[in-house]
């Protein structure tokens, strides 16, 4: 069998691996892991993502006109793969490139899309997104931070809750309660919200790992323009749900992540001794190791299948909803698997790693969410 990519895809693969080899430093790829506990690792990645920028890879799915390369999807499979291996770190506005850019340049205006773009990309701006509240993380659309006409403003108040970067963030785009009386999915309009605004109060929340990576927004009486609004007054739940049409192919970052970990784990393990024997040696330790790459195979198979859904009109959420879950749960297992192998005198790092992983089955649709998707749009069961 031959995988080989055409020559265009290999070039471009070139490319980008001659521009890493030139320009990634061990600095940069150690800032990742320490940016929300040091704040010279998050200028360090702040400068990494506007040289990306520069050079014209830091969003190579986007258009050309924003700045991006409008990337073939095997493109953007091949970068997705070879970022990942050369562990460039996820740029600061992850959620602002892959969840808000999409919005933004789909609903808009001329001025919006110059003022707000090109500043994210370089992280010139840092952007969150509010969204959950403590009583609306899974049921979004029960939201009540309200947002109140007066004269040619809005006047907002509320809370929002686990805003990733939201105290370091300059912009927030905020997704607010305009009609109360119409039906929950309604009444929502989304707002880009200029941070520094008076009576807006960001408190950081430190995660088990010690960092401060998101935080819990205050909002009182808050005075923002109509100007500030993004798409249709009570269309919000529109512009929650839009995605990125031109981003095809970020699926294949879960998998190579996964193998990364796994390679690293293996690569750890090489020096370790058990019962006077290496521990690699250890039929019990093999099958875990085995088991996990499986699983990891099986991930990147199911990635595959949501890339392939998406290009060829299947059912990409259901796809993409499976891999989310298993990408969570072989998440935890390879942290586990690491942290009871090394024991608690290991590399300071896999004991960090197996608290970070706690989130990969909430962040972003829970599990039992993701599990519910499954039921209905793959198992075809009816709702509860
Ligand atoms: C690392 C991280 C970063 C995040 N970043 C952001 C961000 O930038 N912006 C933002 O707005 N939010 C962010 N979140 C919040 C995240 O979106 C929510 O945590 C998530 O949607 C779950 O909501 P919740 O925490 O309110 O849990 P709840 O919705 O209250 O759920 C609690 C438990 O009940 C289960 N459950 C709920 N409903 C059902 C159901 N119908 N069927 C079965 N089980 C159910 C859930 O699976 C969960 O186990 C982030 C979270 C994490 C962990």
Request: aromatic share 8%; proline share 5%.
């Amino acid at each position: 069998m031959d995988f080989s990519y055409p020559p265009d895809t290999e070039r471009f693969r070139a490319g980008l691996r001659s521009w890493l080899a030139a320009n990634l430093t061990a600095e940069v790829v150690d800032s990742s892991s320490r940016r929300g506990t040091d704040d010279t690792a998050f200028e360090t990645l702040r400068r990494w993502n506007a040289t990306m920028a520069d050079a014209g890879w830091g969003a190579v799915a986007w258009p050309e006109r924003y700045g991006g390369r409008g990337a073939t999807v095997l493109e953007q499979l091949v970068y997705a793969e070879e970022t990942t291996r050369a562990r460039v770190p996820m740029p600061l506005n992850v959620i602002g490139i892959n969840n808000i850019a999409p919005a933004l340049m789909r609903y808009g205006t001329g001025d919006q899309k110059d003022r707000f773009l090109r500043r994210m990309l370089c992280a010139d701006d840092i952007w969150c997104q509010g969204m959950s509240e403590p009583e609306a993380g899974s049921d979004l659309a029960a939201l009540r931070t309200r947002a109140v006409p007066d004269g040619d403003d809005f006047v907002i108040d509320g809370q929002k809750i686990w805003t990733s970067l939201g105290h370091r963030a300059d912009w927030c785009q905020l997704y607010t309660r305009t009609d109360p009386r119409a039906p929950k999915h309604r009444g929502i309009t989304c707002f880009l919200v200029d941070m520094s605004l008076p009576g807006i109060e960001a408190r950081p929340l430190i995660t088990l790992t010690g960092a401060a990576d998101f935080a819990e927004i205050f909002f009182d009486a808050v005075r923002v323009p109509a100007t500030a609004m993004l798409g249709p007054r009570d269309g919000g739940w529109q512009v929650a749900t839009t995605t990125l049409s031109h981003e095809r192919a970020g699926a294949a970052r879960l998998y190579a992540e996964q193998q990364v970990l796994l390679d690293d784990l293996v690569a750890a393990l090489a020096p370790v001794r058990k019962n006077g024997r290496p521990i690699l040696e250890d039929p019990v330790t093999r099958c875990r190791l085995g088991g996990l790459s499986v699983r990891i195979t099986y991930l990147e198979m199911l990635c595959r299948r949501a890339i392939s859904a998406e290009l060829h009109g299947g059912d990409a959420m259901a796809s993409a909803s499976l891999a989310k879950t298993v990408w969570g749960e072989v998440g935890q297992e390879l942290a586990d698997t690491a942290y009871d192998l090394l024991g608690d005198d290991a590399d300071p790092r896999w004991g960090r790693h197996r608290l970070a992983t706690r989130s990969l089955t909430i962040a972003g649709g829970t599990t039992q969410i993701n599990k519910n998707v499954t039921a209905g749009r793959v198992l075809g069961l009816p709702r509860s």
